[in-house]
């Protein structure tokens, strides 16, 4: 296929994911140079589609860097196009903000659409900053519920077809549910999970703890996720497109049962269940405890005291995913992947 | 997770953060003196993961220290007016005077020494760690060592050698972003040092190292799990220091604001404060309070110092050599 002067991607590595405390109960690290590779795979996807050009993140670990030596020894070694690689010039804190910079910057350069790499939390935070430019989502972090674990030359084969205008995107993407906290001016949001916890610090971040839960918010969840939204995923699964989402509450001296839910990879424990609710839409929800912190997508985020008064709402105003296996059914049904044996685009040979 | 801290720890933290800052501070006054013989590399900004991993620790537990090991000691529970002492080259000293900065050490501590040679804590904590297994202490060994010291081999055969023999051994990579001079992005080849635990078969986990209560948690999951039989960890803690490598570097690696920004920004002691009297734990009279007196107590350890007597020539003599009844 040919390119595409304007054809821009975004391409988003968070290179902290899958390294929180957690690692301790599960010993599985996300490696860098997995990461890097990820990339090059779907630049080989993206190339076949036309796609001219990637912006990426830059970061202090040596993932741009890796894609960049990949891109060089690619030119050298194969005929095959593959995007322009453009680093975003941008400082780096080594923390969430390098990642909602790097989007905004892509934003404001025109990309089509943004494929992220990372756990729910580096979705989150693309998902905040993102408005409607479609994203397509792979796990490379320590709980997985809202990205796709998947080959990343499909998801890149997807998201070169999508930014190519070769689909309509109404009929592959999805729009996402979202959680909504308000506390004081400040308001975030969360993609899979809202906890509420006891603990009073953020610490690390992590949650891989029970005993000070209080209760739990969620968008959906599976009978097979892992993390905070597998409670109510074992007790009553929501879809990602119902219209509802659920709040757990927990109860360490009186529960009405005992839940074994795995709350973090490798980490299985007993969760005094009290109840389960369906939760609405728009619902301002109050959380249960007077001070505590708040997990977001599993992470700890917020810390309040009892002059605050956070609260809690669903919405479905959560960022637009491409849906990769609809986008290849699609593509395939209407034949854009099928070429004739003498198709003059030598990208195309390899699919006759 | 992390039980919570009562207040008693809390006040613990802020006044081993303390005294490590203004020990710090001072010896960067008195080093521009010339009465400090030989190299001095601070531990300021530091604080936290000292702290954080310290607090986990008994008097029986081991820690192996690096150049940089002022903090480590201190959080240990050294004594400051025998440490300053140790650093003035006087007699009284920790080690008689003549170890000086970098080989601070009191064994009866549990505290190995601060160390000249990059990377060479680890296989002290290994010997140490295996010790503690072969006699059913239920101690552990830490090992310090900072993003330089993680380029070594002495590190990499002990992570090693750790994972092999299922050590209740810790290993804390002081990641401050540089190696003497150069930038750990151009150094580390994994670009996070936590990466490399999953080649030995060891979790490796990554905390902020300007968050004393994320030090804290991490490192007591460590401590945990090596004091539960379940082997060594690596815990890399991202943090900054605010001077030089050593008293002197002049630093024209660094960005010129870099330094105004981490403590404007990143300073654990004020980050903790922040926290502790946002959620009403500790109150700002309290805080101050330990940091009067934590200055008197530093104000008392350099008068000590200076005031005390220099080792005799004879002293050249003596610990060199240990006898074995």
Same mark, same amino acid.
């Given at each position: 296929m040919k390119s595409h002067p304007d054809c821009l991607i975004g391409i988003v590595t968070?290179?902290?994911?899958?390294?929180?405390? /957690? /690692?301790?109960?599960?010993?599985s690290v996300f490696p860098t140079s997995e990461k890097v590779n990820m990339v090059v795979r779907i630049l080989a996807a993206l190339g076949v589609f036309g796609v001219q050009g990637v912006l990426m993140m830059p970061d202090s670990v040596g993932i741009a860097a890796g894609v960049i030596r990949a891109v060089q020894a690619h030119r050298a070694i194969s005929p095959d196009p593959w995007p322009v690689v453009c680093i975003l010039d941008q400082t780096i804190e080594r923390s969430a903000n390098d990642t909602r910079r790097a989007v905004r910057l892509m934003m404001n350069q025109g990309v089509r659409l943004i494929i992220v790499l990372g756990g729910d939390g580096t979705h989150r935070v693309v998902a905040a900053e993102c408005r409607d430019i479609p994203l397509v989502t792979l796990s490379t972090g320590t709980n997985n519920a809202f990205p796709d674990f998947r080959e990343a030359t499909s998801a890149g084969m997807a998201a070169g077809l999508c930014a190519m205008a070769k689909l309509d995107l109404s009929k592959v993407c999805r729009r996402n549910k979202r959680l909504n906290v308000r506390i004081g001016d400040r308001e975030e949001i969360a993609l899979v999970d809202v906890g509420i916890c006891s603990t009073r610090h953020v610490g690390t971040k992590a949650l891989w703890g029970?005993?000070?839960?209080a209760e739990v918010f969620v968008t959906f969840s599976n009978r097979d996720s892992t993390g905070l939204s597998s409670i109510p995923g074992l007790l009553r699964p929501t879809g990602r497109d119902d219209g509802e989402g659920a709040v757990v509450r927990f109860d360490g001296t009186d529960p009405a049962y005992w839940l074994y839910a795995p709350i973090a990879p490798g980490l299985i424990k007993r969760v005094p269940i009290r109840s389960i609710n369906p939760l609405q839409f728009g619902i301002k929800c109050q959380v249960a405890i007077s001070s505590g912190t708040i997990a977001l997508d599993g992470e700890r985020e917020i810390e309040f005291t009892p002059a605050e008064h956070p609260y809690v709402w669903l919405d479905r105003q959560g960022p637009l995913t491409v849906d990769v296996l609809k986008a290849l059914e699609l593509a395939a049904n209407q034949g854009l992947l099928v070429t004739g044996k003498?198709?003059?685009?030598?990208?195309r040979q390899f699919m006759s | 997770m992390t039980a919570q801290l009562d207040k008693k720890q809390l006040l613990q933290a802020y006044r081993t953060m303390r005294r490590i800052r203004e020990f710090e501070e001072r010896v960067h006054l008195e080093f521009a003196t010339g009465e400090i013989p030989g190299f001095v590399h601070l531990y300021a900004g530091e604080e936290a993961c000292a702290t954080g991993v310290s607090m986990h620790l008994g008097k029986g537990d081991y820690v192996a220290s690096t150049h940089r090991g002022h903090g480590h000691c201190i959080a240990k529970g050294m004594d400051l007016r025998l440490m300053m002492a140790e650093i003035y080259g006087k007699k009284p000293g920790i080690c008689g005077g003549k170890g000086g900065s970098m080989h601070v050490a009191d064994l009866d501590l549990g505290m190995m020494g601060a160390n000249g040679?990059?990377?060479?804590g680890g296989p002290l904590v290994c010997g140490a760690a295996l010790a503690a297994k072969v006699k059913k202490t239920n101690n552990v060994a830490v090992c310090f060592f900072g993003d330089g010291g993680s380029n070594q081999g002495t590190i990499l055969e002990s992570l090693n050698l750790a994972a092999v023999w299922q050590l209740p051994a810790i290993f804390v990579a002081e990641n401050n972003g540089y190696a003497e001079s150069t930038s750990s992005r151009w150094s580390v080849a994994t670009g996070n040092i936590a990466d490399r635990g999953a080649a030995f078969g060891m979790p490796g986990a990554i905390v902020d190292g300007h968050d004393f209560f994320a030090v804290y948690e991490g490192a007591g999951e460590a401590v945990k799990r090596a004091r539960s039989g379940g082997g060594p960890s690596l815990l890399e803690v991202k943090v900054n220091r605010y001077?030089?490598?050593?008293?002197?570097? %002049? %630093?024209?690696?660094?960005?010129?604001d870099e330094v105004k920004k981490l403590r404007e920004t990143k300073d654990c002691l004020m980050l903790f404060r922040r926290e502790v009297t946002k959620q009403g734990e500790l109150t700002e009279k309290e805080l101050n309070q330990i940091d009067d007196e934590v200055k008197a107590e530093v104000d008392e350890a350099v008068n000590f110092a200076k005031a005390a007597p220099k080792p005799e020539a004879s002293d050249l003599l003596t610990d060199v050599y240990i006898a074995y009844a």
């Open positions: 968070n290179p902290e994911s899958g390294r929180d405390i /957690r /690692r301790f109960f599960n010993s029970v005993e000070n839960l003498h198709d003059p685009d030598p990208q | 040679i990059v990377g060479g001077y030089g490598h050593f008293e002197g570097d %002049q %630093q024209t690696y660094r960005g010129p």
